[in-house]
Nanobody
Framework: QLQASGGGLVQAGGSLRLSCTAS????????MSWFRQAPGKEREFIAA????????SYADSVKGRFTISRDNAKNTVYLQMNSLKPEDTAVYYC?????????????????WGQGTQVTVSS
């Protein structure tokens, strides 16, 4: 089970840090990712981190602004979001995939959090 938190309302240029805590299973065996879905749009990949934390991948739209990290001792993955833009407004979801490499497709992930709303005002 994945529980996401940390969303909220922020002005453009501001920052937020999302957290996603896992319960059950061995967290360190999971590739973890963040996706987002804006109203009327498909869910899109944002960032992923390997099970060891040694590799990361980002969508071009957030590269250089967002940072994904994980703390396996706390069963938690984070998404630090800086220089937020109004177009970053969406519901953000964390997702987990057992072992394997980093992938960016929705259907590749086995577990999903409930989503947390991020709203960036202009």
């Amino acid at each position: 089970q994945l529980q996401a938190s940390g969303g909220g309302l922020v002005q453009a240029g501001g920052s937020l840090r999302l957290s996603c805590t896992a319960s059950g299973g061995t967290f360190s065996n999971y590739v973890m990712s963040w996706f987002r879905q804006a109203p009327g749009k498909e869910r899109e990949f944002i960032a992923a981190i390997s099970w060891s934390g040694g590799r990361t991948s980002y969508a071009d739209s957030v590269k250089g602004r967002f940072t994904i990290s994980r703390d396996n001792a706390k069963n938690t993955v984070y998404l630090q979001m800086n220089s937020l833009k109004p177009e970053d407004t969406a519901v953000y979801y964390c997702a987990g995939r057992w072992m394997g490499g980093i992938v960016t497709t929705v259907k590749s992930y086995d577990y999903w959090g409930q989503g947390t709303q991020v709203t960036v005002s202009s």
